[in-house]
């Protein structure tokens, strides 16, 4: 049974405020810092040793996948975070994007920094404009 101490997103209803001083109450970028200090490895090692998986069908572990991206590539490597909720029923990413903002671009920052991406891009879906 999932325990209140273990939920990664803990305002996904709404309760509490969404902005920087809200997410700061709740202890988002507190460790951001931290993170980043593990360097490039270090912070996919942490990943693959949390056994986090990825959100779609396949489950894939995301430390590996992170692991996959080129180290030493002239050319610039991108982020994508798919926030286009096309799975029938579902309406997960809305509420992160809309209650959680703050934990989804602290994650970019510190996936993009993990696997030297360049740049991130957040794909929203056109409903979404409240």
Not at 67 to 79: E, G, T
Not at 95 to 106: K, S, V, Y
Request: hydrophobic residues 35%; aromatic residues 10%; charged residues 30%.
């Amino acid at each position: 049974m999932l325990l209140d101490k273990d939920r990664i997103f803990t305002n996904l209803y709404g309760f509490n405020d969404w902005r920087l001083a809200g997410a700061r109450k709740r202890g988002i970028w507190d460790n951001t810092k931290a993170l980043l200090e593990l360097g490039h490895e270090g912070i996919i090692d942490e990943v693959k040793k949390s056994g986090l998986r990825g959100r779609g069908g396949a489950g894939f572990p995301t430390g590996l996948k992170w692991s996959f991206m080129p180290k030493n590539d002239p050319r610039p490597s991108y982020l994508v975070v798919n926030g286009d909720e096309s799975e029938p029923g579902s309406c997960k990413d809305r509420e992160i994007l809309r209650h959680e903002p703050h934990m989804l671009i602290e994650g970019c920052l510190v996936a993009s920094f993990a696997m030297r991406a360049h740049t991130c891009f957040i794909y929203l879906r056109g409903e979404f404009i409240r």
